[in-house]
């Protein structure tokens, strides 16, 4: 199956400094890549929708100006967690959908973030 | 707007032994996929199966099956000859063709496959 690379695997950062987080699909191109919050035993969340060259469309509630998402070229997108907080700790997850290919979608392998 | 259930928080089975994990889901669409994704403690969400609405067939990948009913909106996972690495949470998911490629996940059954 394709392959989504997602870094870094983990990150603990102290209050109030941001932290970059990258998707990139290594062998397919992703005109959109998701990004997805998990909490211990639970469900992934949408948070957001990256679209290649274009805004990123976020689910209600995300704070746009706190998930800053990028979605710079076919194969990287990037979610930058600004001025965070302990409370944006987290399992971070994105997913990219190949673009020739609706019936699959594939995820990365997470970032798990601390903030301390 | 779309809703998938998964019912199971927990299910057991033993070793080599057949499991059925149940889902659910509800949409007014017509066209829409239904997938499964495992996700082991490391974290990883491994895709496991789809299967298309228009699609007459059960899909099958291996040890894998869907048993979709969808006159009931059911799309089952069988897992057939279970193996101790198949422990882990698996995640029912949904997409439809009106919202892209979102997909709606399911809260999750976790399976404990016992030797």
């Known amino acids: 199956g394709a392959v989504v690379s997602q870094h870094p695997s983990w990150v603990i950062c102290k209050s109030g400094t941001s932290v970059k987080i990258e998707c990139r699909s290594l062998?397919?191109?992703?005109?959109?890549m998701f990004w997805y919050r998990q909490f211990p035993k639970q469900s992934l969340m949408l948070m957001a929708t990256s679209n290649e060259g274009s805004k990123a469309t976020y689910e209600q509630g995300v704070e746009k100006d706190k998930f800053l998402i990028n979605h710079a070229s076919l194969t990287l997108s990037t979610l930058t967690v600004t001025s965070a907080h302990p409370e944006d700790s987290s399992f971070y997850i994105c997913?990219?959908?190949?673009?020739?290919?609706?019936?699959?979608?594939?995820f990365g392998p997470g970032t798990r973030l601390t903030v301390t | 707007a779309q809703k998938i259930t998964q019912t199971q928080p927990g299910m057991f089975v033993q070793e080599k032994e057949a499991v059925t994990l149940d889902c659910t889901y509800d949409t007014s669409d017509q066209s829409y996929g239904l997938f499964w994704y495992k996700q082991p403690s490391s974290g990883e969400m491994i895709f496991l199966i789809y299967?298309?609405?228009?699609?007459?067939q059960n899909a099958t990948e291996g040890r894998y099956s869907l048993n979709f009913q969808k006159a009931r909106k059911s799309a089952n996972l069988v897992i057939s000859a279970s193996q101790l690495g198949d422990s882990a949470m698996y995640f029912c998911a949904m997409r439809v063709l009106t919202s892209g490629s979102r997909l709606t996940f399911g809260e999750g059954t976790q399976l404990t496959v016992n030797p």
């Open positions: 299967q298309g609405s228009y699609d007459e």
């Open positions: 062998d397919f191109q992703a005109t959109t």
């Open positions: 997913s990219a959908r190949d673009s020739d290919r609706f019936n699959e979608q594939y």
